[in-house]
């Protein structure tokens, strides 16, 4: 398991180093940057200013010296100073992400808490008005679009019934620390949580549902159940442990969806996440930040696939890593 590890991490180095000169490439290649946003329109700013503004700025460079300049640094540990925020890319994406990582904390936990059992007993009842009630439920949470059930939540409970909060992370008119800072924030929270997750529940639920059909229905389960074990007994401690074998590499993929945002379901609440920071820097063009989040996004996804491997021997023990 341990050279099966150190392995794989080698590889995933190399992937990152690809990846990483894809990312510059895109990324220098937009159609206009962070310089020409900032001074388009201005009759005043000569071709001379914007040239220092480039040099100033390190846009003036090629792509291959400008690549070379940024890996170097970024190896260290520096992956720049954000153009829009006026920090280092770190301490931007540090001081952002843990709002959207909690809020997708949350709102994973309770896709999982709801979509796994309700995928487990849509199958174990096929054809069923069960299976189909689940199914009709997954159905609407995949096609519903998370700016129209955002919409419709705000109206009925922020506006009509007044129960909740419309938007924001805390309660502007009072100054709270400690507990009860957390209690407000968590109320302001309830609405993009029920958004996330409604809408991520319904693919979960069907992969569920799927895996365990394709269990139910192998020899093994029909040799169990010959044998006079309870149904109950076929079902979870034979059939969903083996169930969990894919579903495990979902949940690993996931991992960079708890640190990403969700910008859509974030400008509507009017968040202050790693989401919305990230869509306010591509639409400045502030390269830094773009380059330094999706490294750390590509970084997140690797681990959450080397991740997802070592769970493989954990949930079925057939799986040996040499």
Do not use: C
């Not at 054809?127 to 609407?140: E, M, R």
């Not at 008119?173 to 996330?196: E, K, N, Q, W």
Request: no cysteine; proline share 4%; glycine share 8%.
């Amino acid at each position: 398991m341990r050279q099966y590890i150190i392995r794989r991490i080698l590889i995933s180095i190399l992937i990152l180093l690809g990846i990483s000169m894809l990312l510059y490439v895109i990324i220098r290649s937009m159609p206009s940057n962070y310089i020409e946003r900032l001074t388009i329109g201005n009759p005043n700013v000569t071709a001379e200013q914007v040239q220092t503004l480039k040099r100033l700025y390190g846009l003036d460079a090629g792509l291959i010296e400008g690549y070379i300049g940024w890996i170097s640094e970024a190896v260290k540990g520096n992956l720049g100073t954000s153009f829009v925020y006026q920090k280092p890319v770190i301490q931007v994406i540090w001081d952002k992400m843990w709002v959207s990582f909690w809020l997708a904390l949350v709102a994973f936990f309770f896709q999982i808490l709801i979509a796994i059992p309700l995928g487990v007993i849509s199958a174990t009842k096929q054809y069923s008005k069960i299976d189909y009630g689940v199914t009709v439920f997954a159905l609407i949470g995949i096609s519903l679009p998370s700016f129209f059930f955002s919409a419709i939540l705000q109206r009925i409970f922020a506006i009509q019934l007044r129960w909740l909060p419309l938007q924001g992370m805390a309660t502007a008119r009072l100054s709270l620390t400690g507990f009860p800072l957390f209690l407000d924030m968590a109320y302001h929270f309830i609405l993009p949580v029920i958004v996330l997750t409604v809408i991520g529940v319904g693919g979960l639920m069907r992969y569920s549902r799927t895996n365990m059909l394709e269990v139910i229905n192998a020899d093994y389960i029909r040799t169990a159940r010959a044998k006079g074990l309870s149904e109950k007994t076929v079902i979870y401690k034979h059939a969903f442990r083996n169930t969990l074998i894919p579903i495990v590499t979902m949940l690993g993929g996931m991992l960079p969806g708890l640190f990403s945002g969700a910008i859509i379901t974030e400008g509507i609440f009017a968040i202050d996440g790693i989401g919305y920071t990230a869509l306010n820097a591509l639409n400045k063009g502030d390269i830094p930040f773009m380059m330094g989040f999706n490294l750390f996004l590509s970084i997140l996804t690797l681990v959450g696939i080397l991740i997802s491997d070592i769970l493989y021997a954990i949930v079925d023990p057939r799986i040996r890593y040499s």
